[in-house]
């Protein structure tokens, strides 16, 4: 039996051994740079981490203990919790370079 072959741009990597991401992304309701930061990773997972990530999406109006817990100081922000090492990215996810730097899928 042959493995099926992943295929990704050059320069992507592939996902640790479970393959799998947990992110979360913090949005303050729905101001601008919130909808754009959710259009964003959501479009950057589906089209990067197809079926290997779970998003949570945290409105910070709404759960403010969460966002006091993680410690924010800065919105929107994106958590890549596993694989480790955890990273964070502010901004609204729009230079997908970047957003792939900080997920640790490019070099």
């Known amino acids: 039996m042959s493995k099926k072959q992943e295929h990704k741009p050059p320069g992507i990597k592939s996902a640790d ?3 799998h991401y947990i992110l979360k992304l913090f949005i303050t309701g729905t101001s601008p740079n919130s909808v754009r930061a959710m259009k964003n990773v959501r479009e950057i997972c589906e089209q990067y981490l197809k ?5 949570e999406i945290i409105d910070v109006y709404q759960q403010p203990a969460v966002a006091k817990l993680e410690q924010i100081i800065a ?7 596993l694989p480790a090492p955890e990273s964070r990215l502010i901004g609204d996810m729009s230079e997908t370079e970047k ?3 900080g997920l640790g899928l490019q070099s």
Do not use: E, F, H, Q
């Not at 079926?51 to 998003?55: E, I």
């Open 17 to 19: 051994a479970n393959g």
């Open 51 to 55: 079926d290997r990530y779970t998003l």
């Open 75 to 81: 919105l929107p922000l994106l958590i890549k919790k």
């Open 99 to 101: 957003v792939l730097k």
